[in-house]
């Protein structure tokens, strides 16, 4: 490519611009052939050549985003590991002979069979074991996470950080949960266990409630309230002592104004199906008897 570059340039003026006369010829009439063919397309064929063109434009994004996560040394999350893995064998020995996936495949067979040969208690070890290591590589990698998500900031490259990934950023500063609400109270306590809520059923058996009893769970999510408050205060006035104020502000920015066009984004879609489903309803009144004279 350097070799044509300069070859190119070593051209006189005059064949330089030939060439440049002819490729605008040939744009023209790529132009012109492009157009005459989209106007032949059917509505199928044209819906089915932009959803072509969408997949490829998000082929090419997820393409340039793999490079820069890549170039900022973006932390991968470590894969989850099977309590089945960590039985104490060398190897499972297989028979020989067969390509990789075969061979594969009767390894797996090979493990099934040793594990299920295991006894409880060592299976159960086993797998409070592979709980621990997973717990582990992961608060690892929400700290190397967090750690990035900071980089990117200090980069003014917070266009890349997902709302995720501000939320786990966001933990990692020890940002206050949030209060409950009366329900979610009730549905967490003693009372609401016994009565065996659920998402579906817990604001009905909680309006069935007594009074007193409704109060004492509004009473509490009054207290959870001003304690969140308290705790946001004291948590922000530490951000700041740090210096990490303008940080903390952004991830929450970040977060709050998508989830805010998310939530736009889903009451003006289900408003339009509203209005599409909703045609003119008939008059059901009756109109009065002329009344005769």
Same mark, same amino acid.
């Given at each position: 490519?350097? %070799? ?5 340039? =070593?051209?006189?003026? *005059?064949?330089? *611009? ?23 397309? =059917?509505? &199928? ?26 170039? #900022?040394?973006?932390?991968? +999350? @470590? ?25 594969? #495949? ?14 409880? *208690? ?9 709980? &621990?290591? *997973?717990?582990?590589?992961?608060? %690892? ?9 900071? /980089?990117?900031?200090?980069?003014? +490259? ?7 990934? #501000? ?13 409950? !609400? ?16 659920? @998402?579906? $059923? ?8 007594? /009074?007193?009893?409704?109060? $004492? ?39 709050? !104004? ?10 003006? #879609? ?13 008059? $059901?009144?009756? =109109?009065?008897?002329?009344?005769? $004279?």
């Amino acid at each position: 490519m350097a %070799n044509l570059g300069k070859m190119w340039n =070593s051209l006189p003026e *005059n064949e330089a *611009n030939m060439y440049k006369f002819k490729a605008k010829e040939l744009q023209e009439k790529y132009k012109v052939a492009k157009a005459e063919w989209e106007a032949r397309l =059917s509505p &199928l064929q044209e819906e089915a050549l932009l959803h072509q063109k969408e997949e490829h434009s998000e082929a090419l994004k997820k393409r340039r985003l793999k490079k820069v996560f890549k170039e #900022t040394e973006k932390p991968e +999350r @470590v894969k989850r590991v099977l309590a089945i893995n960590l039985m104490d064998i060398e190897d499972v020995d297989v028979p020989e002979g067969g390509n990789q996936k075969e061979k594969f #495949t009767r390894q797996v067979q090979r493990k099934t069979e040793l594990w299920n040969a295991l006894p409880e *208690n060592e299976k159960e070890a086993l797998k409070e074991k592979a709980k &621990l290591q *997973n717990k582990n590589a992961n608060v %690892n990698y929400e700290k190397k996470l967090a750690s990035w998500v900071q /980089n990117m900031f200090d980069e003014h +490259r917070m266009d890349i950080v997902t709302k995720p990934e #501000t939320k786990v950023a966001l933990e990692q500063l020890g940002m206050p949960s949030r209060n409950k !609400a009366a329900l979610q109270l009730f549905m967490m306590s003693e009372l609401g266990k016994e009565k065996g809520v659920t @998402v579906g $059923t817990a604001k009905t058996i909680f309006d069935k409630l007594s /009074n007193a009893q409704r109060e $004492t769970f509004s009473h509490q999510a009054m207290e959870d309230k001003e304690k969140y408050q308290q705790e946001w205060q004291d948590w922000m006035g530490k951000m700041e002592s740090k210096g990490l104020k303008s940080y903390a502000e952004a991830l929450l920015g970040k977060s709050r !104004a998508k989830h805010t066009a998310e939530k736009v984004g889903r009451k003006s #879609t289900s408003k339009g199906k509203k209005k599409k489903g909703r045609g003119k309803k008939k008059s $059901t009144k009756k =109109s009065p008897k002329k009344s005769s $004279t």
